[in-house]
Each structure stands twice: as C-alpha cells, then as structure tokens.
C-alpha cells in the first residue's frame, strides 16, 4: 500500500501521520485540529513548509499570541472589542485578547476525538470531531466540527471542515485556517502570487474601515523582499479555483482554497523565518461589518474546503 496512516499516542494528546512513501508525510495534531508538519522530499532531503510546535506540549503552552496553525471558529482575525449583536441580544467573548480586540475565535485550542482513519492506494485521511458546547458566554451556541486532512500523491493535502448545529435558530459564523509556512530560508528570499487586485482597508488597530482599496500587487508574483504584510485580500471570485502562490527557486507551495474561503490573510511575523497565508471564510470583524459573515442554519451543514500543493523541479 502506498499510503499509510500512524498514529502516536506518546504525547498529552494523539499526533496523527499520513505518508505517502518515503517521500512525503503530514503530522496532524489531535490538540488543535491542525497541520503541525508537512514534510516533503527534495534533492536536499526532507524538507518541513510547515512552521511548526517541537510537540503537542510545546503546542499547549505557546499557541498565543502567534496562533501557529490554529483553527480560527467561529470568528477570525479581529472583533471589535469582542462584542457583537445578534438577533436584539448583545455578546462579548470571554477568550483570547490582544488589546483592545478579541481574536482568533474561541477554539484554536480545542482538543479532537478521531473518529476515522483510511489508507489506500490513492491516499491517506483521519477524520476529527470537536463538540463545542457553547461554554463561552460570548458564544453560547452549541456546534459540531469535522476536519477531515487527506494526503494525496504529488505533495497534496487538503482539508475539508463541515460545521453543523441543532440549535433552534441559525448561528453566525466564520472560519479560517493560520499555517505558517516556511521554504527553508528567509521569505525575503521568496515570492508570493495570488488572484487579487482588492485589499481591505484597516484602521490602525487592524480592524476593516468597509472600504476596498485597488490593490493589484500580487496579481504578479512579487518579491517579499522589504515588503511586511499584515493584510486581507478579497479573492477574484471569477476565477474557478482562486490559487496562492508562495515560491522560491527550489520550490513552490500553491494553496487552493474553494468558494468557501473567499478571502486571504497574509501576515509576515517579524522574524521573517515564515509567512502565515490564511484562508477566510469572513473578513476580520465581520460579526460587525457583515463581510463574509455566515448565518448557518440548524441541521444544514456547512462545507469548507482548501488544499496546500508542494511543488518540487
């Protein structure tokens, strides 16, 4: 069989394996939902695009303020204070804060069950489950999440998240993903690409003003040399599959989220080791501004998918 799945149970919590090979192999942690690793085979070895924790331990203990990799339910980015209204009732999350914002939602350090796994000659997958119980007075709506991460042939990885309810009303909601990834060297070193020529204005405190700006910078693959980041884009929606491109000489990471995620978040940490592309179902604060903002309807599901796709010469 050519693909295979291990887990590891040595940890606080499950650190899941998909290969394919000797070639390449994708570490999934149980805490989080989240790629941790995603190793690939270059004519150097092995190489991780992934920015990642050394363990699920060093994970637990330093998730914020960086959120490397993090899950971002039921909110992303930034909300206003962490308040917002809904249906004539007033909210204010409990968790987590980087003054004066909430931010990242209320479940990048939930902890999953697994409720699959399968290994064929086609690919790998495990399949996660998170109850949230609505256990923060912020967010008192009970929902269901599903990731389910699959390794295919060819450096592919892709992740599928359904959420789902049986309150008795629709719940808002927004979603995102926050990988950091790495080629090996420093991102000035690298160049970036995707389908966009519409940027969010934000205000200084990185909260959209509701203006759209021109922005057609990285409708080219561009350098990220001197060049910081910390920006939403709004993806062409005319385009079939909207791709990001992050590349050096040696190789390429495209990320192909589907019509789920119509937005992306680029932020360029000062260490400049990585980069975090992040794909958007909503617009940072959109439980304010509306953009992006899902109203999900009890016993309907709702669908997110994207892929990460590493190109090797």
């Known amino acids: 069989m050519l693909f295979e799945v291990n887990i590891n149970t040595q940890q606080q919590h499950p650190i899941i394996t998909l290969k394919n090979g000797n070639n390449c192999c994708t570490d999934i942690y149980a805490f989080g939902g989240f790629v941790n ?47 917002f209204k809904f249906n004539g009732s007033d909210y204010k999350i409990d968790k987590f804060y980087l003054e004066p914002h909430a931010i990242h939602g209320i479940l990048f350090d939930a902890v999953y069950t697994i409720t699959t796994t399968e290994a064929n000659d086609n690919e ?59 080629l090996g060297d420093n991102v000035d070193e690298c160049s970036l690409q995707f389908d966009s020529n ?25 350098s990220l040399q001197g060049i910081f980041l910390d920006n939403c884009f709004e993806l062409n929606a005319t385009i079939n599959q909207p791709m990001c491109s992050f590349t050096n000489d040696k190789i390429t990471i495209s990320i192909v989220p589907d019509k789920s995620y119509p937005y992306l978040q680029v932020y ?18 959109c439980f304010n501004n509306g953009m992006g903002l899902q109203l999900i309807k009890p016993h309907i599901p709702a669908i997110f998918t994207t892929s990460y796709i590493v190109s090797v010469p």
């Open 124 to 182: 790998a997958s495990v399949s996660l489950r998170h109850q949230y119980k609505g256990d923060d007075t912020g967010y008192p709506f009970p929902f269901v999440i599903a990731h389910k991460w699959t390794l295919k042939a060819n450096n592919h990885l892709s992740v599928t998240t359904t959420i789902s309810h049986t309150n008795s009303q629709a719940i808002p909601y927004a979603q995102g993903w926050h990988p950091y990834f790495t």
């Open 37 to 83: 690793a995603f190793l690939v085979g270059t004519t150097d070895g092995l190489l991780n695009v992934i920015d990642g924790f050394t363990s699920v331990e060093d994970a637990i203990q330093n998730t914020t303020p960086a959120f490397k990799g993090s899950f971002l339910s039921p909110f992303t980015c930034r909300m206003k204070h962490g308040e």
């Open 198 to 222: 519409t940027m969010l204005e934000f205000d200084d405190t990185l909260l959209p003003t509701g203006r759209l700006i021109t922005n057609a910078q990285f409708e080219k693959t561009t």
């Open 268 to 285: 360029t940490p000062p260490h400049r080791k990585s980069i975090a592309i992040e794909n958007l179902s909503g617009t940072p604060d």
